[in-house]
């Protein structure tokens, strides 16, 4: 039988709030599970455009969901007071209402609303919803399909933004490397490089062009090694002697810069943090040789927090936030790619997330991110604003009383309990 969803007159209809009322109404509705359907809202969050106080609500209303509703002819309709979710969030009931709206107009949830303005649930005996009044799921149920194709694309999309700056690093990094070793062609490759930078196209368009530039790159490079044998056939015993010692510290460091730096002469304090994409044990130890100052800086700061947290750390330890970014840890160059994606889970403000990179460092403030990520998943309700776990994991970091070992050591721990049980 249709299940007829009412829309209470004092609301502002529109017609996404249409949709999913009649969304809400279908017969044939897909199986999932409560997890299932929790994790895939939470991947596709940013691409429906929650965030923030509406990620907090939406995680709330999921939570308070009964896992049966999810099967069969169940309705997952949830029964709580804006009252309540403002209690919760720590927001107030005109935002609650707006976040509510956003959910609703998202696709994932309908209005089912009672003639009095009330939200409760009615059940039989064998647990079904006999009666219920709140936010209905149902669409969520709908849209499985369509969502998980989504989450797949948008991460797909993703992936390939990632490839292609990865790409457009090492082509532009070869290409400066090149215009050190053949002078006589310097300017017009850097002019070359600079024009593709400056280009309004996507990466993987700058990176195609960089890789067609390093193409005629490597062509002119060959043929000055043929000029080169030729040049020598006739000698007999002569072994070429290359000094691959830099005449001095600057000329290491312009030669091995990227190529924005090269190019615009810009530096945006990240070079300092490289040190940790291999082996951040080894800026560590440098951070602890020198001498105490009076203010620690950025670099301090981030060598004290990863002093004893290797990758392999946060790879065993935060095995649920790789699952629901869709990541593997196995290296910093993946905790820091999936900064982003991790950011948007926990609803923080990209305000929020620039200010603890520029208090801690990118990598220290990824591995905060992630533990946090880790923490809010194995426990919603441990968590009640995970974007002010965050900053507060960021102030005791700047204060040197956080001790991030411990708590990956911690959920490690706790994970390896989970799986032998």
Known sequence: MTEATAIASFRRVSPAILASARMAMANDIPDTSKSEISLLLKKAAPILGIDGTTYHVLDILLGLSRGDDWKGAGRPIVAISNAK??????????????????????????????????????????GMVASGFGLDFTPARVRLAEIKESVDNYQRELKASQDARRAVTRFSRAIIDACEAFPEKADSWRCAAQAIMEMTVSRAEQASRLESLHSEVLEYAESRFDQHNMSCAGDIG????????????????????????????????????????????????????????????????????????????????????????????????????????????????EAAWADGVGRVGRYAASAILATVLEKSLRDPELIAKPGGYFRAMVDRAVDGSLHLSKSLYGLAESGMNTRNG
């Open 85 to 126: 979710l403002a209690e919760y969030t720590l927001r107030s009931e005109r935002t609650v209402t707006r976040c509510l709206r956003r959910i609703v107009e998202a696709g994932i949830a309908a209005y089912r609303d009672s003639p009095t303005g009330r939200r409760f649930v009615y059940r039989d005996n064998d």
């Open 238 to 349: 002569v072994t070429s002697i290359i000094n691959t010692t830099p005449k001095n510290l600057s000329d290491s460091n312009e030669r091995t810069r990227s190529h924005e730096r090269d190019i615009k002469k810009t530096d945006d304090g990240s070079a300092a943090e490289m040190a940790y994409e291999n082996k951040p044990e080894a800026a560590v130890g440098d951070t602890q040789s020198r001498p105490r100052q009076a203010e620690k800086t950025v670099g301090d700061i981030q060598g004290a927090v990863l002093a004893a947290v290797p990758v392999g750390l946060l790879q065993v330890g935060c095995r649920a936030a790789q699952e629901c970014v869709s990541v593997e840890f196995d290296g910093w160059s993946d905790v820091v790619g999936a900064a982003e994606m991790m950011r948007r889970m926990i609803g923080l403000s």
